[in-house]
């Protein structure tokens, strides 16, 4: 009998495809996936660490968990408990001193030995893996098996070394690794053979991307696009997350000669003032963000721009923060996240003393978000009236409705057959709200199939 596989995944994309990947290495082992971990025989939770007090709610979670386990086993039924993903990375050992039912802890390069570690702490009791050995796990992961449907991730990078003082990522994820062109260029075939159209390639530091490539030579992220883009049925390719320092001439020229890249980049900056760039060695100034964007706009002029940033770093003043602000009426965004600085165990800035208060933090956090809500809706509302080709990818809420993407990654409703899944579409948009877009396909040409 099939056993029943829950994974609960928290945090970036890159966690959603690590999810995928342990579904698969698992699969060959007897376990299917369900979507409730009720009756399940084995839970993994895949965590993140990025946001505050991810340990608590991974703990909290866990004794939610532990009530099934203790349900189950008063009929005699077994479930392994596993913890993967950064927090899983960042506790160790000390989760199954706090959490001693947790069957498995395992951090994000240890995946592609799930099975072996399954059966260990079946014989042996817990078993803690956060060693860093990232380079067997992409060769000893077997492919993706399910199709992700008309966009799929494609992790090509992991972790960073650029330590900005703020952030976990380094400790978590470990050193920068980019999986060779061979592998990725493989796996992009087999999931346009499989019926994706989109690809969005996922790292840490995606742009910092530098794989063996299969002519000797080490190919940069631009390299690894153009490849890409000539695999027929390929039609859109993104990629996330990227960082100022590391978008080079090459990827630059990428953006206004390969019509499959997306006119789409999420580059976060984080703060407007150089003084606390400074001080989160983020390694460039506000000056550089800005003549960066005024290159990337020169080489594709639609190209819209997504960011990150974080309000009440300590030590930011009011003179900063308005940098900040400046900054966001500079570049005018599409899309943003924005953040209250929290401090994280093990970083440099979670050590400073000169903290914001919370009040001033929130205070900023609402004055940047309207800034750039309104930022949003203004560029939505400018794609009204336009035509523009939407990438169907799943049911609408009504009947006959589907959801697809513009290129600029908005959400588009559209009055389409169910057949129409998976398919690129002209549509003219009728109408915006801040979240998304609503518009009529043009031509339903629909093959048969
Ligand atoms: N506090 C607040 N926001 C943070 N981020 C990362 N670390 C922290 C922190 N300690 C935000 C950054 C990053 C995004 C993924 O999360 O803006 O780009
Ligand atoms: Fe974290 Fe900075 Fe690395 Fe991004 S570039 S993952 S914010 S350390």
């Known amino acids: 009998m099939k056993k029943k596989l829950f994974i609960k995944t928290y945090g970036c994309q890159m966690n959603v495809y690590d999810s995928a990947r342990m579904a698969d290495v698992l699969a060959p082992h007897g376990y299917a996936p369900v979507d409730a971990p009720d009756d399940a025989d084995m839970v993994i939770l895949n965590t993140c660490h990025i946001r505050e007090k991810a340990a608590e709610k991974v703990y909290s979670e866990l ?27 960042a ?34 009791g817990g078993v803690v893996a956060t060693d860093f050995p990232v380079e067997a796990k992409f060769d000893e992961l077997p492919e993706a098996s399910a199709p992700q449907g008309p966009s799929a991730f494609l992790t090509v990078q992991e972790g960073c070394d650029k330590f900005c003082t703020f952030c976990v990522v380094p400790y978590t994820r470990g050193a920068e690794f980019s999986r060779p062109a061979a592998q990725v260029l493989a796996e992009a075939r087999k999931l346009a053979a499989q019926g994706s159209a989109e690809i969005t390639l996922l790292g840490q530091n995606v742009n910092a991307y530098r794989g063996a490539g299969p002519d000797g030579e080490s190919w940069g992220l631009a390299r690894l696009v153009r490849a890409l883009a000539e695999i027929p049925g390929l039609a859109r390719l993104r990629y996330t997350t ?6 080079d001439a090459a990827l630059i020229a990428a953006h206004g000669e390969v019509p499959a890249l997306m006119p789409f980049l999420h580059l976060p900056v984080q703060s407007g003032s150089d003084r606390i760039l400074a001080a989160m060695n983020r390694g460039h100034r506000a000056a550089d963000y800005l003549a960066l964007v005024e290159r990337l706009r020169r080489a594709r002029p639609d190209l819209a721009l997504s960011s990150d940033f974080i309000v009440g770093f300590p030590g930011e003043t009011e003179a900063d923060f308005e940098a900040t602000l400046a900054l966001v009426r500079a570049v005018d965004f599409a899309q943003a996240f924005s953040f209250k600085y929290s401090p994280r165990p093990g970083t440099p800035a979670a050590l400073a003393e000169d903290r914001v208060p919370e009040e001033i933090k929130t205070a900023r956090l609402h004055r ?38 513009s290129p600029w990654l908005q959400p588009v409703h559209l009055d389409a057959p169910a057949r129409a899944m998976g398919r690129i579409v002209e549509a003219r948009i009728g109408a915006a709200t801040i979240n998304s877009l609503a518009g009529r396909a043009l031509v339903m040409e629909v093959a048969a199939a």
Not at 65 to 79: F, M, Q, V
Not at 91 to 120: I, K, N
Request: aromatic share 4%; hydrophobic share 40%.
């Open 63 to 89: 004794g939610r968990i532990r009530l099934i386990r203790e349900r189950r086993a008063a009929l005699g039924r077994k479930t392994v408990i596993a913890v993967a993903g950064c927090v899983a990375q």
């Open 91 to 124: 506790e160790g050992e000390e989760m199954r001193a706090r959490a001693p039912f947790v069957d498995l802890v395992l951090g994000p390069q240890t995946y592609h030995r799930l099975p072996e570690m399954v059966a260990r702490a079946a014989r042996a």
């Open 368 to 405: 940047l978000q309207a800034e750039l809500w309104e930022q949003q809706r203004r560029f939505n509302e400018s794609k009204v009236g336009t035509v523009m080709p939407v990438l169907l990818e799943k049911p609408g809420r009504h009947a006959g409705q589907l959801v697809g993407r």
């Open 242 to 247: 990227s960082h100022p320092r590391d978008m």
